[in-house]
Nanobody, 121 residues
Framework: QVQLVESGGGLAQAGGSLTLSCAAS????????MGWYRQTPGKQRELVAT???????NYAASVKGRFTISRDNAKNTVYLQMNSLKPEDTGVYYC???????????????WGKGTLVTVSS
């Protein structure tokens, strides 16, 4: 089992910045992907950014150049630095942990409870 605790959401003005953090605890599989997804009312949850345990990153086109994902493997924590925020970045941001360790635990998927980000115009 992996537990994920998010922090850092809140209210920001357009053009402003916020940083999200997500700390993982429990059984941490050595090869994994951690990342952030967001959801707005009436829409499906969408990928924002992910980073593997080998530091490979993937970003949604809408956030490239504005958001930066990073992680501290020693602390099992992933961060999302969000700059130049836009009102359309508003949503609930969910932390995700997925095991990519080969074996019976491959593909195990865990989610945080979500943190609300609101960007005002």
């Amino acid at each position: 089992q992996v537990q994920l605790v998010e922090s850092g959401g809140g209210l920001a003005q357009a053009g402003g910045s916020l940083t999200l953090s997500c700390a993982a605890s429990g059984v941490i599989f050595s090869r994994n992907v951690m990342g952030w997804y967001r959801q707005t009312p009436g829409k499906q949850r969408e990928l924002v950014a992910t980073m593997t345990s080998l530091s490979n990153t993937n970003y949604a086109a809408s956030v490239k150049g504005r958001f930066t994902i990073s992680r501290d493997n020693a602390k099992n924590t992933v961060y999302l630095q969000m700059n130049s925020l836009k009102p359309e970045d508003t949503g609930v941001y969910y932390c995700n942990f997925r095991s990519t360790t080969l074996g019976p635990n491959y593909g195990l998927d865990y989610w945080g409870k979500g943190t609300l980000v609101t960007v005002s115009s």
